[in-house]
C-alpha cells in the first residue's frame, strides 16, 4: 500500500513538473502554430524566460567570485552591478513582448533584442572570467551555450546574423584575451611576425577553436534548418486539413439540414417512447444481454438528440484541436441520428407499402438490405406495429388482431424468425402496452 502511495505521489510530482516546464518552456503552450506571429510570440516568451535562469547562472557566478579569498573590490561592484542590470534587461525584454502580442514588428525587435543580449551577455562573462584557471573552458562554453539559445528561435537569417557577429567577437577575444595578441607582435613588422606567429602553438589553438567553432555552427544550423522546414510542412498539413474540416462540417451540416427536415414527421416524442419501451420489452423476451438492451434503449431515442448537433450548422467559426475533436464527436452523433432515421423511414416504407398494395421482391429485398442487425429488427418490428395501429395520412388505425394478421402473413418476411415468433407469442403484451401509453 505504501509503495503505491510512493509511486502516485512520485507520478503527481513529475505531472506538476511537466506542467511547469510546458508553462514556461513549451515552445507550443496554447498557441496557434499557423500563426507565425502568436509564434514568435511564444517563442520570445520561452526564451525571456531561458534569459532570467541564465542572467540567475551569472549571478552566482559573480557571487561566487565576490566571496573568493582573492576576490577584489571590482568584483563586489560587479556583482552588485548585475542585480539591477539583469532586473532591467528582463524588464525591457517583458515589455517589449508583451507590448502587441499581435504585432509582428514589436516581436521580431524583441527577438534580436535577446538574441543580442544572449551572445553580448555570454562575451562579457567571458571576458571577467577567462583569466582564471578554473572559470576559462566553463565560461568559453557559454558562447557555444548562446548559439544554442538562439538556435531555439528556429530563425535561419537571425542564427547567421548571430553567427557572423559572434565569429567576429570569438576572434577578437581569441587575439586580444586568450593569447595576447600584442604582446606576441613584440614590436616585429606583419612581415616579421606572420611566420614566427604561424609556427606558434597559440596560432594552431586558436585555427581549432575557430574551425571547431563554425563546424558546430553548420550543424545547428542543419538542425535548425530541418526544424524550419519540418514546421513550414506541418503548418501548411494543418491549414490543409482546417480548409478540409471547414469545407467537411459545412457539407455534413447542409447534409443533416436536409436529411432532419425532410424528416420532421418521424421525430416525434410520443411515438419515440412507445418504441423505446416496446423494443426494451421484446429484447428482453427474445433473450438479449442487458448491454444488448440498453445499447437498443440508446438507439431507439438517439434521433430525437438532434438538438445537440444544430451548432454543428450554424456555430463553427474556430478550427483549432478542441474543435476538430468537438466536430469529431458530433459528426459521429449526426453519423447515428441518420441511420436511426434510415430505420424509421424503412418502417414508414414498408408500412406504407403494404397498405398501398405496391410491395414486390426488388422492395424486400431493397429493405432486407438496410440495418439487418437484430437490434434494429426488433426495433423495426416496434415501430411497425405502433404505425400500423396509429393514423397516418396514407391510412386509417387498424386494430390490433388486423395487425397481428399482417405480421404472420405479409409482414413476417422482414424479420427474424424466431423474433416474429417471440412478438406473436406475447401479443397480448404488447397490446396492453401501447393501449396503456
Not at 539583469?86 to 525587435?109: A, G
Not at 572570467?129 to 544554442?148: D, K, R, S
Not at 553548420?218 to 510542412?233: N, P, R, T
Not at 427474424?416 to 401479443?427: G, P, V
Request: hydrophobic content about 45%.
Amino acid at each position: 500500500m505504501d509503495n503505491k502511495k510512493k509511486k502516485r505521489k512520485f507520478w503527481q510530482i513529475k505531472s506538476l513538473g511537466k506542467d511547469i516546464f510546458a508553462k514556461y518552456f513549451g515552445f507550443e503552450q496554447g498557441i496557434d502554430i499557423t500563426n507565425d506571429v502568436l509564434v514568435l510570440y511564444r517563442r520570445n516568451v520561452v526564451i525571456k524566460n531561458i534569459v532570467f535562469l541564465s542572467n540567475i547562472m551569472y549571478t552566482i557566478i559573480l557571487f561566487v567570485l565576490s566571496i573568493s579569498s582573492q576576490s577584489q573590490v571590482t568584483d563586489w561592484v560587479i556583482t552588485v552591478l548585475a542585480f539591477p542590470i539583469t532586473y532591467v534587461i528582463n524588464k525591457l525584454l517583458k515589455t517589449l513582448i508583451h507590448l502587441d502580442h499581435n504585432d509582428k514588428t514589436k516581436q521580431s525587435v524583441a527577438m534580436y533584442v535577446a538574441a543580442f543580449y544572449i551572445f553580448f551577455s555570454s562575451v562579457l562573462i567571458y571576458a571577467r572570467l577567462y583569466t582564471l584557471e578554473y572559470f576559462e573552458t566553463g565560461a568559453y562554453i557559454l558562447i557555444y551555450y548562446a548559439i544554442v539559445v538562439i538556435s531555439l528561435y528556429q530563425e535561419k537569417k537571425l542564427l547567421s546574423s548571430s553567427f557572423q557577429g559572434l565569429l567576429a567577437l570569438l576572434t577578437v577575444i581569441h587575439l586580444i584575451w586568450t593569447y595576447n595578441f600584442h604582446g606576441l607582435v613584440n614590436g616585429q613588422s606583419l612581415k616579421e611576425f606572420m611566420p614566427y606567429f604561424v609556427r606558434l602553438p597559440e596560432f594552431g589553438d586558436i585555427l581549432l577553436r575557430t574551425l571547431l567553432f563554425i563546424l558546430f555552427y553548420f550543424v545547428v544550423y542543419a538542425i535548425v534548418s530541418m526544424g524550419q522546414y519540418m514546421q513550414e510542412e506541418r503548418k501548411k498539413e494543418l491549414i490543409k486539413r482546417r480548409q478540409v474540416q471547414y469545407d467537411f462540417s459545412h457539407i455534413v451540416g447542409d447534409l443533416f439540414t436536409v436529411v432532419f427536415s425532410s424528416s420532421y414527421q418521424l421525430m416525434d416524442k410520443k411515438h419515440a417512447y412507445q418504441v423505446q419501451q416496446m423494443s426494451e420489452k421484446l429484447a428482453d423476451y427474445f433473450g438479449l444481454s442487458q448491454e444488448q438492451i440498453k445499447n437498443i434503449n440508446h438507439y431507439a431515442m438517439i434521433h430525437l438528440k438532434y438538438h445537440e448537433i444544430r451548432h454543428l450548422l450554424d456555430d463553427i467559426h474556430a478550427y483549432d484541436e478542441k474543435a476538430y475533436d468537438i466536430l469529431k464527436s458530433q459528426t459521429e452523433l449526426g453519423s447515428q441520428i441518420a441511420k436511426r432515421i434510415q430505420l424509421a423511414q424503412k418502417c414508414e416504407d414498408i408500412a406504407r407499402a403494404h397498405v398501398e398494395d405496391t410491395a414486390n421482391e426488388k422492395f424486400l429485398k431493397e429493405m432486407l438490405s438496410i440495418q439487418p442487425e437484430i437490434e434494429s429488427q426488433i426495433i423495426l418490428l416496434s415501430d411497425l406495429y405502433i404505425t400500423m395501429r396509429s393514423l397516418r395520412s396514407y391510412k386509417r388505425p387498424m386494430s390490433h388482431h388486423v395487425v397481428l394478421k399482417h405480421f404472420q402473413k405479409e409482414l413476417s418476411a422482414y424479420f427474424d424468425y424466431d423474433l416474429k415468433e417471440r412478438f406473436l407469442k406475447f401479443n397480448d403484451e404488447f397490446e396492453e402496452m401501447y393501449n396503456n401509453f
